[in-house]
């Protein structure tokens, strides 16, 4: 194709003009496929959590409701079922809100503090986690039963039930806000000193807004653990029907007496329990979120 050129002011050939180049054609945009990495993990995960915990709980719960609502009433509501069912609620809300509040203290204490020993301190909040439970009850009922050292017998009484289940569920506030204490911005703390704040003003308006989550979480987790507890509550309990048998030592003695779908129903009254806490614990969590 012939090109022409055209002169200039000074003296100088213009280029000539270069034909544009044809449009190309739009991109197909199609929906982006997922990495085979990404599905195959997806898939394994699923079967995992489905083979390891949504199956069996699938299953507990049909098996306590096959024969229909009314059945699953009448075996929650029997004399012993029932009296287990509310002393383990009364007992697991109390053990939530004392933990509340004395595992945000320890927390704090092992953050801000400093003092010899710390780090002993600190591995020892573990220790529920790694000691058995049933070896928990045991030493529990060695420290606090009718041969207590301390000449303090909390065996085969209500308030042994709670003490047990204390010390099971402590680590679960202390890990919980701990790690929320150690990213919180100290800056915000000295700019509000600064400004004449007192102490008890900045933490009510400072540090508990961001403490708060972590603290329901830590309360719901140990609320939920204290209700199918079992090993340590076994022993220092006695399990003696209307006075100190939780509901996790009730569905025992109803699966020795060969009552499965009684033990089923039960149990699946606590999952309830527990799926309903940690629901409202989202919602309170997800609504704090948004308000900021």
């Known amino acids: 194709m012939a090109t022409t050129q055209t002169s200039t002011g000074t003296g100088v050939a213009a280029p000539a003009p ?43 719960v049909w098996r306590g409701g096959k024969d229909g609502p009314g059945y699953f009433w009448q075996a929650v509501r029997t004399p012993d079922s029932w009296a287990a069912l509310k002393l383990t609620l009364v007992a697991s809300l109390v053990v939530a ?11 704090w204490v092992l953050v801000r503090d400093r003092f010899p020993g ?73 700019a509000a ?22 603290m329901l979480s830590g309360a719901g987790l140990a609320f939920t653990r204290s209700i199918a507890e079992y090993g340590a509550t076994v022993l220092i309990s006695g399990n003696l029907p209307f006075k100190t048998q939780v509901a996790s030592v009730n569905i025992v003695g109803r699966i020795e007496s060969d009552n499965i779908a009684g033990a089923a129903a039960v149990s699946t009254a606590l999952l309830l329990i527990a799926f309903a806490v940690l629901i409202l614990l989202d919602v309170i969590q997800r609504w704090a979120a948004r308000r900021g």
């Open 18 to 60: 270069v034909d544009a180049a044809p449009d190309a054609p739009p991109a197909r945009r199609g929906r982006r496929r997922p990495a085979v990495g990404t599905g195959l993990g997806l898939g394994t995960a699923v079967l995992y959590l489905s083979l390891i915990v949504l199956l069996p709980l699938a299953v507990v």
């Open 97 to 107: 809100l004392i933990n509340l509040v004395m595992g945000t203290v320890i927390a």
């Open 118 to 190: 710390i780090a002993v301190v600190d591995t020892l909040i573990d220790l529920p986690f790694a000691l058995p439970t049933i070896v928990a009850g045991l030493v529990l009922l060695a420290l606090y039963g009718a041969t207590s050292p301390l000449h303090v017998n909390l065996a085969y009484t209500q308030i042994g039930v709670v003490v047990a289940l204390l010390f099971v569920t402590l680590p679960f506030v202390v890990r919980t806000v701990q790690p929320v204490l150690l990213e919180l911005d100290r800056d915000m703390e000295q």
């Open 193 to 214: 000193y600064s400004l004449g704040a007192s102490q008890w003003v900045t933490f009510r308006r400072i540090i508990l807004p961001n403490l708060a989550p972590a």
